[in-house]
């Protein structure tokens, strides 16, 4: 079995500055591709941005320019450096992982239980 924990959430002024880290432990092979997603209040669950093993990442156009997706392949670590906050940016944050387990030939999806960023005005 395969868990990730979140942390780093929490209550920031609008402007300010939050990371975001993820850490994959378990019976893990290999991670491919980690991501960020968020659930604002009353809306549907969406990407943030994503990074691959290599490094290749990919932003939502919201977020584009304030934050930066990075991560630690020894560590099986994803971080999310979250600058220039605005209101709109409070939501539960998940981690998202595609990890090959020890003894399989496939990635599995799996997800954190999430953090709360709450960005006041």
């Known amino acids: 079995q395969v868990q990730l924990v979140e942390s780093g959430g929490g209550l920031v002024q609008a402007g300010g500055s939050l990371r975001l880290s993820c850490a994959a432990s378990?019976?893990?092979?290999?991670?491919?591709?980690m991501g960020w997603y968020r659930q604002p209040p009353g809306k549907q669950r969406e990407l943030v941005a994503s990074?691959?093993?290599?490094?290749?990442?990919n932003y939502a156009d919201s977020v584009k320019g304030r934050f930066t997706i990075s991560r630690d392949n020894a560590k099986n670590t994803v971080y999310l450096q979250m600058n220039s906050l605005k209101p709109e940016d409070t939501a539960v944050y998940y981690c998202?992982?595609?990890?090959?387990?020890?003894?399989?030939?496939?990635?599995?999806?799996?997800w954190g239980k999430g953090t709360l960023v709450t960005v006041s005005s």
């Open positions: 998202n992982a595609y990890v090959v387990q020890s003894g399989y030939y496939y990635a599995i999806d799996y």
């Open positions: 378990g019976s893990i092979f290999s991670i491919n591709t």
């Open positions: 990074i691959t093993y290599g490094g290749s990442t």
